[in-house]
Structures are given as C-alpha cells and as structure tokens.
C-alpha cells in the first residue's frame, strides 16, 4: 500500500505544472470534430451509442436505460479503419500533464486497455481517462511530461466483457476527479476479500463531469473559457454538512474552497466541519468552511440543502433519497462519502 501512495504522489507532485497551451487548454481527444457541427447528424458522427442505437447513449450523464443509466464519460466514435475493419483513429493528449497509469490487461478491467493522464489546471487537479484502446504508444510511460496534443494510443475496441462490435468503435473518453488517494486503503479496509487490481486508478475512484459543455463552451469562448469559472457555474444539486474538518480531497482542491467573507480572518484549520456543494452527478464543486457550528457529531454527514427539481429530473442520480420530509444519502451515497473523506492517518 505504501508503495502504491508513493506513486500516486509521484504523479501527484511532478510535472503538474499548470497548462503550457496558449490557445486551447482542452483538445477534443480524436480526429473526431462532428460535435461542432451543432446538427442532428452532427451529434450521430460523434457520439457511439450503444446497442440501443440511440447516438445519445453515448453522452455523460443519465444516458441509458430510459435516463436510469449513469455513463460517466463520453464515447468518441471511429472515423478511421484499416482494411480489416478495425479502428485507426490516433488517440490524443487532452490538455498538458503526466503520465499517471497504464493499464496494458483489457481483461483486468471493462475500460479495457486504459491510460490516465494527470493535468493541473487554474490549480484544479483533473484526470483524463481513455478507454477501450488497441494500443498505447511505445514511447508513453509512468511519470512521463506529455503536451496537449500528444500522440498517446490507438483507439480499439478492448473490454473485459468480449470485444465491443466494430460498428461502435470508440473511445471512452473521462474527464473526472480522483476521490481519494488512499483508495486502495479504503477497499482493504471496506471490502476484505475482494481484489483490487488498479490501486488508486481504479474507475470507481473517479467523479466525472460533462467533457461535452467543456468542449463547446472554450470553442465558443476561446482564450476567455475557464475551467475555474465552469466550476464555479455547475448548478447545485446538493448541500452536505460534514463534521470532519480535515480530509485528502480539502487539501488537494484547495481552490475550490470558498473564501471567507469580509473581514473574517478564521483559517480552514479553525473549521469545525465543512458544507460540500455537489452537481446533478455527484461531483463536489465547492466547499465552504463551518465555524463553530453545533454540527451532531454521531452523524458524519448529513444533508443540508436539495434542489427538488434536479432531484425530479435525473433518475440515475443514486446519492440521495427522500425520507419524511427531508433527505437522506443512499446506502451507495453513504459509501461514497465514506470513502471522499476516508483519512488513512485516523
């Protein structure tokens, strides 16, 4: 476990400089440019849908199933293929960063044969994962400086669950946070028995957000676009109050901390608890320190604020739940706040 944390801080702390791009900070991960088309058919050249044939399938969000189903990433489809029918496409880089994990076993996982890249952008930290790939790159390796742009891998059709037909080729494509870094210490601790063959880069230790908004909105915006700002604009699903005042991801998103108001000189350190803001899916986008507060100690959490329309509107969002006249976290969304404020050192 010990060796694993070292090479989380490895890729953590080296070379995640902020992005060196002076025109876009994020690149569309394939040769791929329907998604600017703003058509119909626009959207079907782009988006891989699954089985269903329904090209919005292949969107974020809640996708699948008649809107039950989460897909946390996009799926890019093919444009190239060589005489076999198998994809070409190259897979690049999607913003400036570091090579963070190679997972070269598609049976070990049902990303397949996956790659993650780590970024640091207007002090967010940010990973981009690319899935279902036929190759990587010979020259990508662990702690490796790549730029926007790279060439990093080959799409495919890679899955521990057989190979994904021909006609879907894709990437898919994440662009997401990571949970916690002690992750491989929380599933010891909390699943004995089970493997965990990817330590800290296993999917599940990922919050995604919407690659799609991100594209388009620096499309239109250009130089003016900010990840910070589209942050900070991301609607408000839920509010949690959390009784503990310190934990891995307060440190690592420090720029998502609110800052105090006025004349208000307390420091994080003086915090009794924290408010987390949380989107539609899930994803903390904001933190704001509690002082004392008479926060119910025997709760680690609870729920302080939920926009019912949001709550209507995605069915696949599994966090919370109603309870009398207020809410509560799912039995799902009880583990995953676990495991967000999980410290190896308590």
């Known amino acids: 476990m010990v060796m694993i944390y070292r090479l989380i801080l490895l890729c953590l702390s080296l070379g995640l400089g902020s992005s060196l791009a002076e025109d876009l900070v994020f690149y569309i991960p394939t040769p791929n440019r329907a998604l ?49 029918g198998e994809p070409t496409d190259p897979v690049f880089a999607t913003a400036d960063g570091v090579i963070c994990y ?21 002090g967010i930290e940010l990973y981009s994962l690319y899935a279902h790939l036929s190759a990587i790159d010979s020259e990508v390796s662990l702690g490796r400086r790549v730029l926007a742009g790279a060439h ?8 521990n669950a057989g190979r994904i037909a021909p006609y879907r080729a894709h990437l898919h494509f994440e662009l997401a946070m990571v949970i916690n870094e002690y992750y491989d210490a929380w599933f010891q601790k909390r699943k004995p028995g089970q493997i965990n ?26 130089k003016a676009f900010s990840l910070l700002n589209h942050f900070k604009h991301q609607d408000i699903y839920f509010k949690l109050k959390v009784t503990s005042p310190a934990f891995p991801w307060l440190n690592r998103y420090a720029s998502l ?23 539609a899916f899930g994803l903390p986008v904001a933190a ?42 799912t039995s799902s969304g009880d583990e995953w706040m676990d495991l967000l404020t999980f410290d190896v050192s308590r």
């Not at 000189?265 to 924290?274: D, F, L």
């Open 257 to 279: 901390i609110e800052s105090a108001a006025g004349n208000d000189q307390r420091k994080p350190t003086q915090a009794s608890g924290y408010e987390l803001s949380f989107n």
């Open 197 to 222: 063959y990817h330590g800290p880069w296993n999917g599940r230790n990922f919050i995604g957000l919407d690659p799609e908004p991100i594209f388009k909105e620096q499309w239109r915006l250009g």
């Open 36 to 84: 600017f088309d703003g058509t119909e058919e626009g959207n079907k050249a782009f988006f891989a849908p699954t089985t269903s044939g329904i090209w919005q399938s292949g969107r974020y969000g809640c996708t699948r199933t008649a809107g039950w189903q989460f897909h946390e990433g996009i799926d890019i489809l093919w444009t190239q293929k060589d005489r076999k």
């Open 152 to 159: 990093v891998a080959t799409m495919g059709r890679s899955s």
């Open 288 to 329: 704001k320190a509690l002082f004392g507060q008479n926060l119910e100690r025997r709760k680690h959490w609870e729920v302080s604020y939920v926009n019912e329309a949001i709550h209507k509107a995605f069915k696949c969002s599994k966090k919370i739940e109603s309870k009398g006249d207020g809410y509560q976290l």
């Open 102 to 122: 190679i997972n070269d076993k598609p049976g070990l996982s049902n990303y397949g044969r996956y790659l993650i890249i780590g970024h640091r952008i207007e």
